[in-house]
């Protein structure tokens, strides 16, 4: 049987390459994204090109009639869902010192990356619970949170709070879907080559000149897609709650 995966936000960057590598792997792919679907059309015929079944749901996370859209488009066309990757994130429209954030992009980042993904989870792990066990599974559930869940940056403290509320997110649906059959995995990107980076780009670069990051390089969204087809696999059948740093060993505390 073939199963479905739901990813958000798909429609380029990290997303995009998890639902490439997801269809590669034997997937329905469920793309949902807020633009028309003619403004990423080349991508798309990338799926198409590589033999991948998809569908196309233009809509927001953060809206529940969106959401029930979603899952019906997916039901309906496919059958189930199997597999959901929480990608869809925005970062402040601003970077702003701590002390100037304001409350419009603390709501707006926050609305989006954790409460956006608190409800979308809610609702596809309830479809889940419907569904049939497949070897002692019902589904899988992974988010793409951030290295800033964990580090301090001032310049966007929003989006650091929004991400440590995903890693929390990850904690409390793995403890109570485990009993479900549903695993909840996490991974953490660091600097990866994306829209989103691109106007922090000489930053990063001389970052990485500096020896910042052990393996001195840009992440690719291809790198953060070959850990969530890992965890999409039946590899990791024994593991629900945990998470993976996919940032060039930029986590490793050095003396
Ligand atoms: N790039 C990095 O270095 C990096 C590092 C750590 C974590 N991440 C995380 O990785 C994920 C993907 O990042 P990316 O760099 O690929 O970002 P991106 O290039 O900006 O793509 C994000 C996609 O998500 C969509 N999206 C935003 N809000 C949405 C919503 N409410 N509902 C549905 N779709 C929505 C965007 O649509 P629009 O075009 O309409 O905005 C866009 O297509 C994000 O969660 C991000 O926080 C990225």
């Avoid at 995009?16 to 949902?32: E, T």
């Avoid at 990608?87 to 419009?104: I, K, S, W």
């Amino acid at each position: 049987m073939k199963r479905t995966a739901i990813v958000t936000g798909a429609s380029r960057g990290i997303g995009f390459a998890i639902a490439r590598q997801l269809g590669k792997d034997g997937f329905q792919i469920v793309i949902m994204d807020m633009n028309c679907q003619e403004d990423y059309q080349e991508n798309f015929d990338l799926l198409t090109a590589d033999g991948t079944s998809w569908i196309y749901v233009q809509g927001d996370i953060c809206s529940i009639k969106d959401r029930n859209m979603l899952i019906e488009a997916a039901t309906e066309t496919f059958g189930g869902i199997h597999v959901l990757v929480n990608n869809a994130g925005v970062a402040p429209r601003v970077r702003n010192d701590l002390l100037e954030m304001t409350e419009e992009s603390f709501d707006r980042v926050v609305g989006i990356n954790t409460k956006g993904t608190m409800f979308l989870t809610q609702a596809v792990a309830k479809q889940m619970i419907k569904q049939e066990f497949i070897d002692r599974k019902r589904g899988t559930i992974v988010n793409i949170s951030s290295c800033s869940a964990e580090v301090s940056s001032i310049g966007r403290g929003e989006y650091c709070v929004a991400k440590a509320g995903v890693s929390m997110l990850t904690t409390l649906y793995a403890d109570r879907l485990a009993s479900e059959g549903i695993l909840v995995h996490e991974v953490r990107p660091g600097v990866i080559a994306t829209d989103m980076t691109d106007t922090v780009r000489d930053k990063y670069n001389k970052m990485f000149e500096d020896g910042i990051f052990p393996i001195a390089r840009w992440g690719m969204p291809e790198d953060i897609a070959g850990v969530v087809s890992a965890f999409c696999s039946d590899k990791f059948n024994y593991t629900t709650g945990n998470y993976v740093d996919v940032d060039g060993g930029f986590h490793i505390k050095r003396l």
